[in-house]
Structure formats: C-alpha cells, structure tokens
C-alpha cells in the first residue's frame, strides 16, 4: 500500500486550473532512472500540477537525497508515496525463476501502484499516468481504470531507442543511420540474461501507449526523433535535457562538499572529473590502472570513487575503501593535482564548475546529456546495458568524445598508459580543444531548446494534450 494521501496539501492546491488533473510519476528504482524522473516532475509541477512520485521508501530517499541544481521544497506540488510490495499473485512462477529476486520485488509492486492510482482516479477528472519505461508491467491496470491514461518516459538516447525499435519492428532506415546502428553490439552483449529477461516483459506489455516521452531534444538527437516516429507510428516528445540547464553552487552544497573549495583554487578547463555512476564498481586492479594512468597524465582530476549502489539497499552515505596504490593519496595531495572523492558526489554542479574541461564517464544517458548541458566533452568508459551505444552516439555522431575502453576489448584490463594518453588527448591537444569548442555550442543549442525552442514547444504541446 501507498502511504495516505495529503488530503490538506490537495485541497490547498485545489484553487489551481490545473486541479483537476493528478499526474503520477512511476520511476524504475535505480539512481539513473530516478533522477530524469524527478526532474521531470519539477517541470511538471511548474505548470501547476500536482505530482504524485512513486517508489519504495528507499528509493524515494535516494532520489531527494541525490537532487541536483534544484531544491525540492521550491516545488511543494510534489508529493512523494512510498510502496509497499504487494503479493505475488500477479507474477507467474516462471517469470520469477527468469529474472531473479530485485527484479521480483519491482514486479511485486503492481498491486499497490493500481490500488494508490484507483484511489487517485475517484477523486480527478484525469489521472496522467507517466512510467519509466522498464516500469510498463507494474502500470498495465490502469488503462482499465475510469479517467486514467498513460505515458511512456524513455531513459535511454533517442538514438539507442531507435536502434531497439528497428531491431523489434524489422523497418528499414535510412543510410548513413543504418549503416551507424547495424554496427551497434547485439543486447546480448551489453544485457545479462535476468535483464534481458526483464526487458522483454516490460516490452510485451506496452501496447497500450500512444506517446513517448524522452530526455532529448532535436538539436542533439533530432534526426533520430524523426526515425523513432516512424518506427514506433506514434508521437514523440522530446522535452529535455530534464537537468537544469543551468545552475549555482548552494552554500550547503559547498559546505557538505569540500570538492567545490579544490575546484574554485584551479585554472578554467584545467580539471578532468572522473565518475562511472551508481551501478558499477572497479576491481581492485582496474582502480590501481586508473590511479596510476591519472596520476602520470599529468592533468589535474577530481575522481568519485564509490562502490555501486546495491540493488534495492541503501547506501547513500556509505564511502567506499577500495586499496590504492601505497602512498597513493599523499602524493596527490602534496602535489595538488587531484582529488579523490569516496561517497556520492553532486554531479551536475560538478560538471557546471568552470575548472572542469572533461568528463571520463561509464556514458550512461544522464551521464552524457548532463555533460552536454554543460558543455563538457567526454572520455568514455562504456560498461554495460546501452552505455556502448551511447557511446557511439558521442563519438561518431555528435563527435565530443573519445574512447578510453573500447567495447570490442570489454574483457580486458585498461591499462595505466592508455588511460593517461586518453586523458592527455582530451584534456591537453588541438583534438580535445576543438571538442570542447564543439560541445560548448551543443551546450547553447540545448540551453536555447529548453528556455524557449523545441524541447519547450513539446513539452508545451504533452501538457495541451493531457488538459484537452
């Protein structure tokens, strides 16, 4: 069951025009689905909704407690409901024994997600269902409900939604885009079994969607929009970037984080940031490559060095004692060239630094348009799921990056001299300049987009169509 609804808080907002519209926001529980989701909310909630956010009294956490660029209690029309995993009944035996017990627990909250949203559509002339995407299986009774209706939010690229949807309808595309995707590595490649497994169920039930939401906007990915309309014969919006666009540094930030006082000492540009998010964790001797690799390029670095989230647990605060080379963080604290930051670091603000002039990143998609906002090119790390395919969208198509671990050698450990040549040809040639000058005019494109351009004339057109 969901937590009661905030009666007081409703009625409050019940003056509003929009109130007697409920939009419900239905996240899949990792840090890189939760965050384009709440921002999404932020936008929503802007044009005078109120927004219901769903998830697990954990991951609820997570999400409040990782927000960057923007406060939560700017925004008092969002309410956040934490679930409580219902039985089993609706998940068939041989479903469970495919896709193992964190992706059970996700299927297990379909029972309280329909009873909190037959709860919501009694009490509003329209209840707007808007699901991740890996969410779908959980959401399906609502399109039986009174007054309901849903929307898919994709988390990935546009470019690597594509690639799934022609890979799934068998529509052909046009050169020099299929010649791009047929070169993409299988999903077998880049998705365990249990995932794959997984995914294939979230599929299967998404029939019922009339519209696709994504974290993009035309100026990076709009021949590809285009295409996925013509896949998917349905409307596309792309409303991002989702992240601000824009941002300050608060003082609680620079006081709970003593990064921002190292970067504010360090020449503009001069910095590369160094993070592989919240779902991977380096063996020990990849983290020594790195460390040495790092410490011989000669750039400075900031380094987020964290253990990945476990699934469903909580971890926010916990740091991360992973063995460095002896006598490792003295030297780099001596010579001041970097630094090291072992729990959960502010991204965004991070990246929106001025001492920062590239990113060496795993390029999972909130990863990479992050860094696009900024206008911060990238070294990339892909590791799993679509981070390969996104991989090739930055460096083939929009050509801000470089590779440091090339997919085809995933096997292999990445060497301390290939990471300090990536590092130096980023960071330090005519090549690495010419992609943060190429990248900062991405960078205003999308600033453009989000103010009053394209992603604002979707996201402008999604709300005309949910107040019809």
């Known amino acids: 069951m969901a937590n009661p609804i905030d009666l007081k808080k409703q009625d409050e907002i019940n003056n509003q025009e929009t109130s007697q519209i409920a939009i419900v926001i239905v996240p899949y529980l990792e840090q890189g689905h939760l965050n384009p989701l709440l921002n999404l909310s932020r936008l929503i909630s802007?044009?005078?909704?109120?927004?219901?956010?769903?998830?697990?009294?954990?991951?609820?956490?997570?999400?409040?407690?990782?927000?960057?660029?923007?406060?939560?209690?700017?925004?008092?029309?969002?309410?956040?409901?934490?679930?409580?995993?219902?039985?089993?009944?609706?998940?068939?035996?041989?479903?469970?024994?495919?896709?193992?017990?964190?992706?059970?627990?996700?299927?297990?909250?379909?029972?309280?997600?329909?009873?909190?949203?037959?709860?919501?559509?009694?009490?509003?002339?329209?209840?707007?269902?808007?699901?991740?995407?890996?969410?779908?299986?959980?959401?399906?009774?609502?399109?039986?409900?009174?007054?309901?209706?849903?929307?898919?939010?994709?988390?990935?690229?546009?470019?690597?939604?594509?690639?799934?949807?022609?890979?799934?309808?068998?529509?052909?595309?046009?050169?020099?885009?299929?010649?791009?995707?047929?070169?993409?590595?299988?999903?077998?490649?880049?998705?365990?079994?249990?995932?794959?497994?997984?995914?294939?169920?979230?599929?299967?039930?998404?029939?019922?969607?009339?519209?696709?939401?994504?974290?993009?906007?035309?100026?990076?990915?709009?021949?590809?929009?285009?295409?996925?309309?013509?896949?998917?014969?349905?409307?596309?919006?792309?409303?991002?970037?989702?992240?601000?666009v824009e941002i300050g540094i608060s003082i609680s930030k620079k006081e709970s984080h003593a990064c921002f006082s190292w970067l504010d000492k360090q020449d503009p540009n001069s910095v590369i940031y160094v993070s592989f998010g919240s779902?991977?964790?380096?063996?020990?001797?990849?983290?020594?490559?790195?460390?040495?690799?790092?410490?011989?390029?000669?750039?400075?670095?900031?380094?987020?060095?964290?253990?990945?989230?476990?699934?469903?647990?909580?971890?926010?605060?916990?740091?991360?004692?992973?063995?460095?080379?002896?006598?490792?963080?003295?030297?780099?604290?001596?010579?001041?060239?970097?630094?090291?930051?072992?729990?959960?670091?502010?991204q965004l603000e991070i990246l929106g630094h001025v001492s920062i002039g590239g990113f060496m990143s795993h390029c999972g998609w909130n990863s990479c348009i992050e860094s696009i906002s900024m206008g911060v090119p990238i070294a990339a790390w892909p590791i799993h799921s679509d981070q390969p395919r996104n991989t090739v969208l930055i460096m083939k198509v929009l050509k801000i990056g470089i590779v440091v671990r090339d997919w085809e050698k995933r096997d292999e450990l990445v060497s301390a001299v290939r990471i300090e040549n990536a590092v130096r040809n980023l960071m330090g040639s005519t090549e690495g300049e010419e992609m943060r000058r190429r990248v900062a005019e991405l960078s205003g494109a999308v600033s453009k987009s989000v103010m009053n351009g394209s992603s604002r004339k979707d996201m402008d057109s999604f709300v005309a169509h949910i107040t019809r």
């Open 279 to 346: 779902t991977t964790t380096l063996s020990n001797e990849q983290v020594n490559e790195l460390a040495l690799g790092l410490e011989q390029s000669g750039q400075k670095f900031i380094w987020v060095l964290r253990e990945a989230d476990k699934k469903g647990g909580d971890n926010i605060e916990k740091g991360f004692n992973c063995p460095l080379p002896k006598g490792y963080e003295e030297r780099i604290k001596e010579k001041g060239c970097g630094f090291i930051e072992k729990k959960w670091a502010p």
């Open 46 to 244: 802007s044009y005078k909704f109120l927004v219901f956010f769903l998830g697990t009294s954990t991951s609820n956490r997570h999400a409040k407690f990782r927000l960057c660029g923007w406060e939560i209690l700017d925004f008092p029309t969002i309410q956040f409901h934490d679930l409580v995993p219902g039985s089993s009944s609706f998940v068939p035996t041989d479903v469970r024994e495919n896709i193992g017990s964190f992706f059970t627990s996700i299927l297990l909250l379909r029972d309280p997600i329909r009873e909190f949203l037959q709860e919501i559509s009694s009490r509003y002339r329209r209840t707007v269902v808007i699901n991740d995407s890996g969410m779908s299986w959980v959401v399906q009774d609502a399109v039986s409900m009174p007054n309901t209706e849903c929307y898919c939010f994709h988390t990935i690229s546009v470019f690597t939604a594509l690639s799934f949807a022609c890979e799934t309808t068998k529509k052909p595309l046009p050169s020099p885009v299929a010649d791009i995707i047929s070169e993409l590595p299988p999903r077998e490649n880049t998705f365990d079994s249990e995932t794959i497994e997984y995914l294939k169920l979230q599929r299967e039930s998404r029939n019922f969607y009339s519209v696709g939401l994504h974290n993009s906007c035309k100026e990076i990915e709009g021949i590809f929009i285009d295409l996925l309309e013509e896949q998917r014969e349905n409307k596309q919006y792309a409303i991002g970037p989702l992240n601000p």
